[in-house]
C-alpha cells in the first residue's frame, strides 16, 4: 500500500511559509508522494478556481495541485478507496496555530477516526508570516509590498 500526504488548505494567498512545509513533507514522504489539495475555506475569501490559476501556480512551484470541495474526511476516504495509506500533513507557525489544528483534527475524528496527521513546525523565519496578514497588507500597501512572501 502507497503512502500519499496530503497538505490540505486554502492557500490563499499561498506563500513562502506554505512552501517550507512543503518541503519538510517532502523530505519525509519524497516530492512525489505530498499532494498539495485546495479547498474551499467558507471563512476566508474565495480566490479563482480557474484551471489557469492553478496551472500557473503549479508551474511556479513546479508541484501537483487538487481541488476539492467537500470534507476533508472525505478526501481521504477517496484516497484510501483507491488503496492509499493517507497522512494528513498540518503546519504550525506557534502554539496558536496547534491548538486550532487540534481543534480541527476533533471535528476530523467524529467523522473518520484514526486520521493519520503529523504536524510540522515552520522555520523561524516563517513564523510571522500567514495568508490573511499578506492580504491585509497588499490592502493597505498594494500588490509590490508582498512580493516577498507570495510564491
Not at 486554502?10 to 514522504?29: V, W
Not at 516530492?31 to 489539495?37: D, K, Q
Not at 504550525?92 to 487540534?102: I, T, W
Amino acid at each position: 500500500m502507497k503512502t500519499i500526504a496530503i497538505y490540505p488548505g486554502s492557500f490563499n494567498k499561498m506563500h513562502i511559509g506554505h512552501i517550507n512545509i512543503i518541503e519538510k513533507a517532502e523530505r519525509i514522504f519524497g516530492r512525489g508522494n505530498v499532494l498539495i489539495a485546495v479547498g474551499i475555506n467558507p471563512d476566508k475569501p474565495k480566490i479563482s478556481k480557474s484551471d489557469e490559476y492553478f496551472h500557473l501556480l503549479e508551474q511556479r512551484i513546479n508541484r501537483k495541485i487538487i481541488t476539492y470541495n467537500k470534507f476533508l474526511h472525505e478526501l481521504i476516504n477517496d484516497y484510501e478507496d483507491d488503496g492509499y495509506k493517507v497522512v494528513v500533513i498540518r503546519g504550525l507557525r506557534n502554539g496558536v496555530d496547534l491548538d486550532y489544528e487540534v481543534n480541527q483534527y476533533r471535528f476530523i475524528d467524529d467523522f473518520k477516526k484514526d486520521v493519520n496527521v503529523i504536524y510540522l513546525t515552520c522555520d523561524r523565519d516563517y513564523e510571522h508570516i500567514s495568508s490573511s496578514a499578506i492580504r491585509k497588507i497588499e490592502e493597505f500597501g498594494g500588490p509590490d509590498m508582498i512580493k516577498k512572501y507570495i510564491v
